[in-house]
């Protein structure tokens, strides 16, 4: 009788991989986050966020607070956005002097970086991290821009902006020290993936109501995220939901579908990798779209997809998804809108960088990066001197780089990433491995995030928001993660 509760309760978790326990504990600390900024004041809020400070020093479930925070960072439902320092209704923000201050989420930041610096432990287990040379050839770089950006002019304004950049790209020092083993990006994962649901969810509330979820909480606020209305060019509804955590889900998903140290179902995972691509399809952002499906086109040439099972699964599972799609007429609505949008693209790729008209990054943006490049030391870029904060665009993101860092700075990038992305097909080509595709397709993420950085900076020396670093961090460990799980074979077949 124990015997036969014990396989039961295994097939459970093999289909439901997920800590009900973990799970339910990290939605209640949501919700608590929700009733304490919106119902409880923000004198309260300061100061119960100030507290889970000294929790996250000295918690080993690092994994835990890092996606606690990277879930209240996405804004789900347009909650836990910005404002200004005065605004009640937003993460709090902390002022040490006047001009001087910090957001829970710097100082979350902040708290691990201490944490990988001075705990001895913590910070000897970075030191075999793979790409360790390459980040700090980069590092070094933005040490450099940082030195000479006053010599080409920088206000204290500059210098507050460098900083907000900075800060964040601390975590590609931390985060590897910190998030260092597969069981702990296995349980990043796992806390994840539901997320996939909830953010579908929370789409099809908005494309009902036309509006966010904020704006039951937030007077004079409809949505911070997303367009619920059709006075946009070509009369498009988007809603934008978690697109950080969908190309997590999306590309850890088909990872582990190809991982045999995980004991996943492939419905779970092909379900969460359906609609993590389903919610991103639905926001309508192009570059986003092209991104994924370039993900799934490289996934199926790495694999080939020999085993017939796996199509069976996923032709299953994408037929339960359609079904889903047409029954419900919000989504076919949305999936019929993101589509149209989403041909825009065949007039750029016939010579209309406009998109007919949609497209504005090419022809207005991208000159006015251009000039202020050629205005600087073209060599080394602006650096993070006013010419860059006055004429950089978070929509174009290897013009940015260029105005950044320069020739020399580009240089540096395009060749590490080609290191970094030709070395599990050089090494796999060296040693035959069980887990020889998983390796290959660990490269998914990092090529999404420079697909996507042809429109939105997701990727450089100034990535937009603290989660992109996150995601970066997570491109690279996935990555490096795959490469220890490919040679640990060897090791146990030498024992």
Known sequence: MHHSQNIIN???KAIFPINLIELAELLFYLFLAFSIIYYAGAGLSRLVFLIVLPVVWYSKRDNFWLVFFFILMEMPGGLFSGGEKDDPFRLPIYTLISGISFTIQELFIITLLVKALFFSKIRKLGSDFLFKRELKILGNYLLLLLFISPL??????????????VLPLTLLYSLPRIINTEEKIIGFLKLLFPFA?????????????????ISMVKPGVTAVQGVFSTTESGGWIRAIEMGHAMLITFTGS?????SKRQNFSRYYLMLVNILSFLVVFMSGTRSWIIAFAAGYFIFIFITGIRSSAIYIKFVIVMLIV???????????????????????????????????G????????????MRAFWSSSVIFGAGFSDLFFDYSN?????HNILLNAGITGLLIFFLIIAEILSYPFRLSGKFRGHNKTAFKVSVIPLIILLIINTGTQTIGYTPLGINRVILIFYALFLIELSRKIYFDQFRLAAN
């Open 10 to 12: 295994q097939k459970l």
């Open 394 to 398: 978070g929509h174009i993101g290897y």
């Open 197 to 213: 649901f909830f953010t579908l969810g929370l789409q099809v509330f908005e494309l009902m109501h036309g509006q966010q979820v």
């Open 152 to 165: 080409m002019g920088m206000s204290f304004d500059s210098m507050s902006q460098a900083f907000k950049i």
């Open 254 to 258: 088909l990872w582990l579908l190809v």
């Open 322 to 356: 359609f079904f889903l799609i047409n029954i419900i007429p919000t989504i076919h609505n949305q999936v019929l809108n993101a589509l149209s949008r989403v041909k825009t693209v065949e007039t750029v790729v016939q010579g209309d960088i406009t998109g007919g």
């Open 358 to 369: 949609t497209i504005s990054r090419y022809d207005a943006k991208a000159p006015g990066v």
